[in-house]
């Protein structure tokens, strides 16, 4: 059953710890990509990788570090430096020499 | 750079048909991608036009002019499910094989 699983669907840390947020895939999809989605917005993109041991950042990256050791991992940290941590993190990933994005089910994350 | 342009919001009767308009700029066209997302989920795809003309999948039809910047994602006899928001996006042409996304339309069906 393939597919892309994020884990938990919704996580609560206090201010100033760091906390990593997991995305795995079994679609063998190449490109593994974050984005962040806040109330009423649209999709900002955090960080994409189109290969093992390789990423690069998006639009938002400030606050933010991954790591892509297998194709089939990219996990996000998002660190105490992410002045507004509380949202919508949504993983995609996208088979070779197409555009389509194939999305997790999202990590709800809030920070008090 | 490339620019994407949703109404943020609209509303329409259960059973009705209703238009989501978007339009964008950008320096080179890949295509263009249609998405729903429930409130709380993830996005799902509905359509991808690379060329010009409508192209129709159920009571989901999408239209595309590369010449006006312009496509339109068209709902028929619509369902309360369908409320949703819906998201236009292109691929960004500075290469990554990204996606740039506009922010979204937030369908409400009522009764």
């Known amino acids: 059953d393939g597919g892309i699983t994020q884990s938990p669907k919704y996580l609560f840390r206090k201010e100033g710890q760091n906390v990593t947020l997991s995305c795995e895939q079994n679609l063998n999809h190449d490109a593994m990509y974050w984005y962040r989605q806040d109330p009423g917005q649209g999709l900002r993109l955090i960080y994409y990788?189109?290969?093992?041991?390789?990423?690069q950042k998006g639009d938002i990256a400030e606050g933010y570090s991954v790591s892509r050791e297998k194709k089939e991992s990219f996990p996000l940290t998002v660190t105490s430096a992410q002045k507004n941590p509380t949202a919508f993190y949504l993983c995609a990933t996208t088979p070779a020499g197409t555009y389509e994005q194939y999305f997790g089910p999202g990590t709800r994350l809030t920070v008090t | 750079g490339q620019n994407i342009d949703q109404p943020t919001e609209m509303t329409a009767t259960e059973g009705a048909i209703v238009q989501i308009n978007c339009t964008y700029q950008t320096s080179g066209f890949n295509g263009l991608f249609w998405y729903q997302q429930h409130a709380g989920e993830a996005p799902t795809f509905l359509s991808y036009?690379?060329?010009?003309g409508l192209e129709e999948k159920g009571r989901f039809s999408s239209f595309l002019s590369r010449s006006k910047g312009y496509s339109y994602l068209l709902l028929k006899e619509l369902q309360m499910k369908d409320s949703a928001s819906y998201l236009c996006a292109v691929p960004f042409t500075g290469g990554g094989n990204k996606l740039t996304f506009g922010t979204g339309t937030q369908l409400k069906v009522e009764l």
């Open positions: 990788s189109q290969i093992v041991n390789d990423f």
């Open positions: 036009n690379v060329l010009d």
